[in-house]
């Protein structure tokens, strides 16, 4: 009798059976995966390179400290990540060769430039808490490597987005001037970060695939919801205003309502031209080949000590 495979997949997917890297699957799940999660590793990297731009300019040893353990934090989870799209049978330099030519997709959020201190604090609170909403659902994905990168990833971005705050805590106690940076930075930051959770329902392309295949278990609408309802209390803690004159709370619903989103400005950032993208990809591309040298001495390494221990 003829297996069938493709029964065996959805029979697995129905009954939250982890799929895994020698199992048989459909070609466009294995697709969108490699889509989504080497989109997720570029996002990871590149989003080193706005904070890493106030590390020598950090307010206290320990800030500094801090905010280095977090860039490096995200260049784990971007290996974690490239690993898990190799299981998926794409090599790890033809998808860094598809972020340096401009082709892959990542995070448009990291297409804004950091312009003073409280935008690091307003990351680790805003974006880093956006990626774990996002990303808790995630851990239960279907593709095993990648739901179990997520259960570290998101420990981790836990303890970003309380540095973030509590950093932002400090500034709202502050001086005035501490208070006007701390605002400036929010409204900079509120809408690019709303953007993240990706186009409304109607237009996600992929989320009905997705949400099939149980990869996503929340619609991008869904989650950015989630995201205003527990965001403004947290705001409203460090006395800000919210740039968006039309926010309001719904009794009924018993969810804030808030404003349209500048969809032009979002597909003019994921289509390469936002403040920063070219600054971003070159500087990425820059790093790689300034790089070039370690991977030559780490593979002449590995050869020579292989070379010993056959001998
Ligand atoms: N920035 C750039 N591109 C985006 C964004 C965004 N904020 N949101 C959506 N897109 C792209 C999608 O990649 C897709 O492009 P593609 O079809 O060419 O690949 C297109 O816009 C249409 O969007 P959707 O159909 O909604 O895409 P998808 O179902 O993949 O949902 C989402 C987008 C929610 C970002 C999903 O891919 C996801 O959950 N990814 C994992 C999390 C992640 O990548 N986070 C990165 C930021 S967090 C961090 O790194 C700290």
Not at 69 to 93: F, M, N, P, W
Not at 200 to 213: A, G, I, L, R
């Amino acid at each position: 009798k003829e297996i069938d495979f493709q029964q065996i997949f959805d029979e697995k997917i129905e009954n939250e059976v982890r799929i895994e890297p020698k199992d048989w699957m459909p070609d466009a799940y294995r697709k969108t995966l490699i889509r989504q999660i080497s989109q997720h590793a570029h996002s990871e990297i590149v989003g080193m390179l706005p904070e890493a731009n106030w590390i020598t300019r950090a307010p206290s040893l320990n800030r500094k400290k801090i905010l280095l353990a977090k860039v490096q934090d995200e260049a784990g989870h971007g290996l974690y990540l490239y690993c898990a799209a190799e299981t998926l049978g794409v090599s790890r330099i033809q998808t860094l060769n598809d972020l340096h030519s401009g082709k892959a997709k990542y995070s448009s959020i990291f297409n804004y430039p950091t312009l003073t201190w409280a935008d690091i604090g307003i990351i680790g609170w805003l974006v880093d808490g956006a990626a774990i909403l996002n990303q808790v659902p995630l851990c239960r994905a279907s593709y095993g490597p990648y739901a179990r990168a997520m259960v570290r990833v998101c420990k981790e971005e836990s303890f970003h987005q309380r540095q973030g705050y509590e950093s932002l805590v400090v500034l709202s106690k502050g001086s005035p001037e501490q208070k006007e940076m701390l605002q400036d930075a929010m409204n900079r930051w509120w809408w690019p970060t709303l953007m993240m959770f990706g186009p409304k329902d109607e237009e996600s392309s992929n989320s009905d695939m997705s949400m099939k295949w149980r990869i996503k278990r929340f619609s991008n609408d869904e989650l950015r919801q989630r995201f205003v309802d527990i965001s403004i209390p947290q705001a409203e803690y460090l006395g800000l205003t919210i740039p968006d004159p039309d926010l309001k709370w719904n009794e009924e619903t018993g969810h804030y309502e808030f404003g349209e989103i500048d969809w032009e400005e979002f597909w003019a950032v994921v289509k390469g031209n936002g403040k920063c993208n070219k600054q971003r990809v070159d500087a990425r591309r820059n790093a790689h080949e300034e790089g070039a040298w370690v991977r030559d001495a780490a593979t002449a390494y590995h050869e020579k000590r292989s070379k010993r221990e056959n001998e």
